[in-house]
């Protein structure tokens, strides 16, 4: 009897988290990965840039990978794209948009004549090995978003990718329902479908809704500056706002490196229709009246170096928030930049400005499904075998539920975790193993240099500072020619504390000289030695851990 072919899927990011969303489908000694998203870092990480998935499997595979193909252009879809191609260069498939947001990064990197690029469109079958791989059209918050659906030998593997069923989108690009029922009539063996709003019941509103706000506000602040603040990649809301000024007389200027970015690429691909002579340059901007301009901006996650809070701190060269101003925040904040998103706007409040930022406000609307639209998706393509993606694990058991409502047998359904090998045959389904998958973090120009050990460091710098202690010992004696000397960073503000560390500088000299009575002329046991009377002496005067740092020199 033959043995049967195997299909696996090994998620190598975006379960159990928001973003850095890679996907590995193997057949054989083929594999094919479905997008290559970063994730911003949590709070834990102290000065980390970014967050990308660890791509040691695909390495450790390298000959085995055909190709990598992306859903949309979103950050958590495409941002690790430069830092994976360096390392594995295979040809990239994607929509227009999404590998012009693409070409971007690459440009900037210095990347472009080595990568391949494969422009697709909704419908478009394109052959990689094994894999028959098709692209359907889906609605999301941005612009060119397809599902992909990978014909396999042993069955389809559908991935959703960000979606939601809006049924009068802003661009007119309805999402292909004919096409999912077609592959639900001929059978999906597995179903990998984006859980971000699995909690929220009922329908994702459409994005259209905004732009009703958007004209309703505008009227309202009809003598104010308007200042809109949402992500650069939203295209659609882009387009509306710049469409509810054009029809109350206003010009727009657009602040922000990455909305600037992605204003040119969209409109240069076609996907903004902006009316002549309404963009305008932020000098120009400061001349008009208030009542006749209208300010595009990123930050609407309140990050640090973004031109919003830049704007809030008043730290921003071209634009001071003046009273009376109108700033909306078109975001909902990413679970766990609530703070830094509530401290803008009291901040922008204090200065005078009149802020919308509430959700019930209208004034956004989620990019993904609700779960009366997931139950729709599994309806529709009626799998064999489910699991949950993109999302923390609570939102994955909670979709995992509503298979379960609509019908898939619960053995059917698989919550996975990022690294598990997931084995699927035409019958079965089976988690197998599991490869190395995790967090690789980018610092700077360091990818991966900093692990927990410099994190551990970090934290306990932020916590309790640290102290240097250096000394100078005579090489033939053993004796003390200088020091101890106790510099001092984060810990204690040293002209107030003269007494505590004169003491410990006694204790160090004392720890120092029981080391020459014994002989021990080991570096590393007195600095030890140093590391433990100082510590348990500082621990008993303050409660408090620095890091203790001793140097000792040879003369």
Known sequence: ??????????????????????????????????????????????????????????????????????????????????????QLNV???????????????????????????????PRDVVQVGPF???????????????????????????????????????????TDFQRLAQLGEKGVLVLLSDSTNAERPGYTMSERFVGNT???????????????????????????????????????????????????VATELGYLDIPDGIMIELEEANRLPKNRVAILTTGSQGEPMSALTRMALSDHRQVEILPGDTVIISATPIPGNEKLVARIIDQLFKLGAKVIYESMSGIHVSGHP???????????????????????YRMMIRHAELARDVGVSPEHIFVGENGQILEFTRRSGRVVGRVAAGKVLVDGLGVGDVGNIVLKDRKMLS??????????????????????????????????????????RMRVKASLEKCTCKGISEWSSMKSQVRDVLGKYLFEKTRRRPMILPIIMEV
């Not at 990239?92 to 697709?120: P, R, W």
């Open 1 to 86: 009897m033959s043995k049967e072919p195997k299909l696996s899927l090994i998620p190598l990011g975006g379960l159990g988290e928001i973003g850095k969303n890679m996907m590995a489908v193997r057949f054989g000694e083929n594999i094919l990965v479905i997008d290559c998203g970063l994730m911003f870092p949590e709070e834990g990480m102290l000065g980390i840039d970014i967050v990308i998935p660890d791509i040691t499997y695909l390495l450790e595979n390298r000959d085995s990978v055909l190709g990598i193909v992306l859903t949309h252009g979103h950050e958590d879809h495409i941002g690790a794209l430069p830092y994976v191609l360096r």
């Open 91 to 121: 040809p990239v498939y994607g929509t227009k948009l999404t590998l012009g947001l693409l070409h971007g990064k690459l440009k900037e990197q210095n990347m472009i004549s080595e990568t391949i690029l494969h422009t697709v469109k």
């Open 132 to 174: 028959k791989i098709e692209f359907i059209k889906v609605s999301h918050s941005i612009p060119d978003a397809v599902a992909i659906a990978v014909h396999t030998p042993i069955g389809v593997v559908f991935h959703t990718g960000d979606f939601k069923i809006d049924q009068t989108p802003v661009d007119g690009q309805v």
């Open 214 to 264: 958007f004209d309703e506000t505008f009227r309202l602040a009809a003598e104010d500056r308007i200042i809109i603040a949402t992500f650069a990649t939203n295209v659609h809301r882009l387009q509306q706002a710049i469409q509810a000024a054009y029809k109350h007389n206003r010009k727009v200027a657009v602040v922000g490196r990455s909305m600037v970015n992605v204003v040119s």
């Open 370 to 392: 609700s779960q009366e639209e997931l139950k729709l998706m599994i309806n529709l393509t009626r799998p064999k075998f489910f699991v949950p993606i993109h999302g923390e």
């Open 463 to 504: 916590q309790d500072g640290i102290l240097i202690v250096v000394v100078t010992i005579n090489r033939e004696t053993g004796l003390i020619m200088a020091g101890p000397d106790i510099v001092s960073r984060g810990f204690v503000y040293v002209r107030e504390s003269e007494e505590l560390l004169e003491e410990a």
